[in-house]
């Protein structure tokens, strides 16, 4: 599987963003998908997750409310619609699968996209 992740931008605080990340690989159905960020100078940080079939979903504390993860296995992609956004959002977003449940660790993602920048102004 390979993801390539699409979609940040510049907003103003209070704004909304939509990442999209697009999967290749027949095995992505079965892959449970993570939305991580990394914001300059700190750690690498779990965001939102969802299991293989869509179902179910695990948010960090931080976004609980305001983001939203959903896959469309029909276009092999999974979404993080970003709402309410604030200054402390801005970051480097990365998505990542893994071929089990949902996780909140970074190790236990064994594939990663390329990330993309979303950056929130004040």
């Known amino acids: 599987v390979q993801l390539q992740a699409f979609g940040g931008g510049l907003m103003q605080a209070g704004g909304s963003l939509r990442l999209s990340c697009a999967a290749s690989?027949?095995?992505?159905?079965?892959?449970?998908m993570g939305w991580f960020r990394q914001a300059p100078g700190k750690e690498r940080e779990f965001v939102a997750a969802?299991?293989?079939?869509?179902?179910?979903?695990y948010y960090a504390d931080s976004v609980k409310g305001r983001f939203t993860i959903s896959r469309d296995k029909a276009k092999n992609t999974v979404y993080l619609q970003m709402n309410s956004l604030q200054p402390e959002d801005t970051a480097v977003y990365y998505c990542a699968g893994r071929n089990g449940g949902i996780a909140t660790m970074t190790q236990r993602y064994t594939r990663w996209g390329q990330g993309t920048q979303v950056t929130v102004s004040s």
């Open positions: 690989g027949r095995t992505f159905s079965s892959y449970a």
């Open positions: 969802v299991n293989w079939s869509g179902g179910g979903t």
